[in-house]
């Protein structure tokens, strides 16, 4: 008889380039300690300081920690880093913990090259672990290890070392429960989600746990995810990962018809429960497995002898999904050799899912032998068997319901559980960063994550994790766009910008204002937009748009922290790059293609029916073009004929034009450029190609301007 899911954990080996998915056992002996940190989250001065505790177990007299030579840590007024090897640390008894505080990060360059890895652009971020040693206990007869070999981590995210990352919100709603815009946190003095987890404390159903969220998480999840903050020390192998399927319907997969709504006391919509160690980190394919196990591996295994009857894939077979398997490369001869694992997840996945129809699932192959890791070019052992998508389909019958080609929405409900307390700004910004990580939404971590939801289901479906139970100002970076191409991606000084998300202003428009200075107010209808919390010029706000000025301080900056407040509240904060010039031309549609906003050298607008001679001038506007010289001022109203730092271009119908001007508009806010460009001869009459440059930034494509 086939176990359930829940008897099965996930245990994630990272390796260059690898990612391969074993199942482990849960740990049914009680955990007499433990081990957790405080996640840092890397501010530009470095000055967020990490928690060590320990609880060490009836007859502890002390702990000691024995860090690793050369962590970019200072502790107790002393840097580790380059010391090899570090010195030893007494930890503090404190409230049945043993307690080392006021751990910071080292800033210094000498540092930062030890622990970090840096992208090819030079900008250090993303999340990464730190062993940091042993940790012993004494007792009153003799002093234990408790590492077991495996060593303990500090989990931390690195953002971009010269951005101030601000800390995410919190809204407290009781004493054991408080939210931001990305997860709920709420207090779990039982350790129900450890002893789910199977490392120590009782075992299910989460109890406390779900009547403290039934406060703020409502029923509109299809996925609880729980990570719990207390990292247990019982064994070297530490569960990881854990799924809890809570309703499934799906036939033609394998998996068990099952409705456990009224154990965890959630509406119809919920799925499942999976479940995360803290010390996994953001570890996107850890939450890509757990949520794959809610169709999962459960084929037949007699018949069709794929997986493990635990829902994993058998490593020596080529599905090469989340749920294990590696991908396969023909050689060409009749042999096989295992292929660099994918971003997408496995044709059969994909199937019994239901994001994939029947007729695109490849077949898969099983070899005689055993397959130890998936490690590219490693040789595969004959002979090879296969199993189609119709040996399935004859097991376990047609998948319903069945693929019908509309994108799957699934809403993902973050929940961090603590002991004793709440957890601190620090760590929920933390958590705040993973989940948006998994949803792969936001460029906060790099514009390439290692694995991004939408790419992994082959675009068939969306992970949201955002709380709707969120009531403040929420925008995301995929939603900031140049106000006249729509682009999105990196801002430049003085660009016009629009931000679309919700609850980012009044119900009704509310426009710029002229304060006594004399210039475009920094407010309007309650909003400010804040880049590097220097407020922005302000043209209008709306609850689900607002249009805002780039600040020219930014001039110079690798990347800039963007928050939208509304009376009061503000919007978790977002990581944009920033670009010495990233040009748009408006249109006259406002689509951002099409007939540009362009005058002719009358005045007249440029239409199919009204078109520019050959060495007239057209006036083209647009916005983006950089900071200037001198420096502009943020606001200002008709400027100073300033020009522009990146030297302007502009091409016609392919033609490079004679530039008559270029610099702020007249009679406008800073911010607006207006380039005047003659026609050059020589062009069919009809619409041409627009495409204005400052350095190398160009405008988008398919503007154009008609001419005679």
């Known amino acids: 008889m086939r176990a359930p899911a829940a008897l099965y954990s996930v245990k994630m080996l990272l390796r260059p380039a690898v990612l391969f998915v074993v199942g482990l056992s849960l740990l049914a002996a009680p955990c007499p300690y433990f081990v957790r940190t405080v996640p840092v989250v890397l501010l530009n001065d470095g000055s967020n300081s990490v928690r060590l505790e ?26 580790l880093c380059g010391k090899s090897p570090a010195p030893s640390f007494d930890l503090t008894s404190s409230g049945g913990l043993f307690v080392l505080d006021n751990i910071q990060f080292d800033p210094s360059p000498s540092c930062a090259k030890i622990g970090l890895l840096a992208e090819p652009n030079g900008i250090m971020s993303g999340f990464f672990e730190y062993n940091i040693g042993t940790i012993a206990v004494k007792t009153a007869s003799a002093e234990t290890d408790l590492s077991i070999a495996a060593g303990y981590y500090f989990p931390m995210i690195v953002v971009e070392a010269q951005m101030y990352r601000a800390l995410d919100a919190a809204t407290v709603i009781d004493a054991n429960t408080q939210q931001t815009a990305w997860l709920v946190n709420v207090r779990d003095d039982n350790l129900e989600v450890e002893g789910t987890m199977g490392n120590f404390g009782p075992s299910q159903p989460l109890t406390s746990t779900t009547i403290n969220l039934s406060k703020t998480l409502t029923d509109g999840y299809d996925f609880r995810g729980f990570i719990s903050t207390t990292t247990t020390a019982c064994d070297a192998g530490r569960t ?106 496995g044709d059969l996945e994909l199937y019994v899912a239901g994001l994939l129809p029947a007729s695109q699932v490849n077949p898969v192959y099983v070899a005689s032998g055993n397959v130890n890791g998936c490690n590219a070019g490693a040789a595969l052992p004959g002979p090879y068997r296969k199993v189609t998508i119709d040996d399935v389909i004859r097991v376990h019958g047609a998948r319903t319901p069945a693929f019908d080609g509309n994108v ?159 009376q009061g509240r503000l919007s978790p904060a977002i990581s944009l790059p920033v670009a010495p010039s990233a040009p748009g031309i408006f249109t006259q549609d406002q689509s951002g293609r099409g007939a540009g906003s362009i005058l002719n050298q009358d005045n007249t607008l440029n239409t199919a029916s009204n078109p520019a001679a050959a060495d007239s001038v057209v006036q083209i506007f647009g916005t983006g073009e950089g900071q200037s010289t001198p420096a502009n001022s943020d606001g200002a109203i008709t400027p100073d004929v300033r020009p522009a730092q990146q030297p302007p271009s502009v091409t016609i119908g392919g033609v490079n034009a004679a530039i008559q001007f270029a610099g702020p508009a007249p009679f406008a806010i800073a911010g607006l450029f207006q380039l005047n460009a003659f026609v050059p001869r020589g062009l069919p009459p009809g619409p041409a190609a627009v495409t204005v440059k400052f350095g190398t930034g160009a405008s988008q494509d398919g503007v154009v301007v008609f001419v005679k």
Request: include cysteine.
């Open 240 to 345: 990881q990962g854990l799924h809890l399927p809570v309703k499934s319907d799906t036939l033609g997969n394998g998996q068990h018809t099952v409705n456990l709504s009224s154990t965890y006391q959630t509406g119809p919509k919920l799925l499942g429960l999976t479940f995360h160690a803290n010390f996994v980190m953001g570890s996107t394919g850890v939450i890509y497995h757990e949520t794959m196990h809610q169709w999962g591996a459960y084929l037949d295994q007699q018949q069709l002898g794929l997986d493990d009857s635990g829902a994993h894939w058998l490593p020596n077979s080529s599905v090469g999904g989340a749920l294990g398997g590696c991908p396969w490369t023909d050689n060409g001869n009749g042999t096989f050799s295992i292929a660099p694992r994918q971003l997408t997840d």
């Open 408 to 566: 799957k929405n699934y809403k993902y409900g973050l929940v961090v559980t603590s002991q004793n307390r709440l957890l601190t700004p620090l760590e929920l910004t933390y958590y705040g960063r993973i989940a948006q990580l998994w949803e792969g939404s936001t460029v906060e971590l790099g514009a390439n994550p290692p694995y991004q939801w939408t790419r992994f289901t082959r675009g068939a479906s969306t992970l949201s994790t955002v709380l709707d139970s969120w009531n403040g100002p929420l925008v995301r970076a995929a939603n900031i766009t140049n106000a006249a191409s729509g682009k999105v991606g990196a801002v430049s000084p003085g660009e016009i910008v629009v931000l679309y998300g919700a609850r980012l202003g009044p119900a009704s428009l509310s426009g710029l204002s002229i304060n006594a200075a004399g210039k475009v107010d920094s407010i309007t209808g309650g909003t400010r937009v804040l880049f590097d919390g220097i407020p922005a010029a302000m043209l209008y706000s709306s609850t689900g748009q607002v249009g805002a000025i780039v600040p020219y301080e930014v001039d110079g900056h690798v990347a800039v922290s963007v928050q939208v407040e509304f």
């Open 54 to 79: 320990v609880a060490a177990g009836p007859g502890a007299t002390g702990v000691t920690w024995r860090p690793l030579g050369g962590l970019p840590f200072k502790i107790a007024g002393q840097s």
